[in-house]
């Protein structure tokens, strides 16, 4: 069966000299000033809130300046301690150069509760690279009684002197809290610093993860 509809042609309309730039090229683009923080989100505030454990209260009193500075000046992100709430608040501020700073903050103050440094937390602020990343004894192996007790204790060493030397070798700071383990580095130190933490909690002698250390990070100097 035949359609009696004639074909469609295309017509293509001339652009007339007129229109075209002098030089023959496109228009240029259009150059807009960067976003600032707060029309990002539209105008809107927004807030972090970190809540600070009982046994970490006193030590937030003492560093509560050292923690404020670089937040409120270099950062420039607002901050309070709510004392009925009990938790750290922080928001943007009209004059937040990034958006981003309010999580690196965020991060910064979290780290303090989970019991690092402030020297330690601050370089959460400064590079990008860094995470926290945190695990439980139980998650690798089920200890109970003496046995975790023992398995806490090859972790620190004499002295924290197995824990310092791991710190060192991974270019990491590790918080040995109870049963739980928080580690602060890049994503490769904390790769090599949790197995080394694993290989002990297995019952590995500390000799022979000081060993294996060397040979992994020496692997790392040749490959950076």
């Known amino acids: ?78 901050i309070r301690m709510n004392l009925k709430a009990r938790r750290v608040e922080l928001k943007t501020r009209p004059d937040t150069p990034d958006i981003s700073n309010l999580q690196k903050c965020a991060d910064f103050v979290h780290a303090f509760m989970l019991g690092f440094d402030v020297i330690d937390g601050i370089a959460l602020l400064r590079l990008d690279e860094l995470y926290v990343e945190s695990f439980e004894i139980k998650d690798v192996k089920t200890l109970r009684g003496e046995h975790l007790s023992r398995a806490i204790g090859r972790l620190s060493g004499k002295g924290g002197k197995t824990k310092f030397a791991i710190e060192n070798a991974t270019k990491t700071r590790i918080v040995i809290a109870d049963t739980k383990i928080h580690i602060l580095g890049s994503f490769a130190n904390i790769k090599i610093a949790r197995d080394s933490l694993c290989s002990l909690i297995l019952g590995s002698p500390a000799g022979k993860v000081y060993s294996k250390l060397r040979s992994v990070t020496a692997r790392l100097a040749e490959r950076f």
């Open 1 to 78: 069966m035949q359609s009696n509809e004639a074909p469609v042609s295309m017509e293509i309309a001339a652009v007339p000299s007129e229109l075209k730039s002098e030089s023959g090229s496109l228009p240029r683009k259009p150059n807009f000033e960067p976003l600032k923080a707060h029309e990002m989100s539209d105008g809107q505030v927004q807030f972090r809130k970190v809540s600070v454990p009982p046994h970490r209260y006193s030590p937030l009193k003492k560093a509560w300046m050292d923690i404020y500075t670089p937040i409120y000046e270099q950062m420039k992100i607002d």
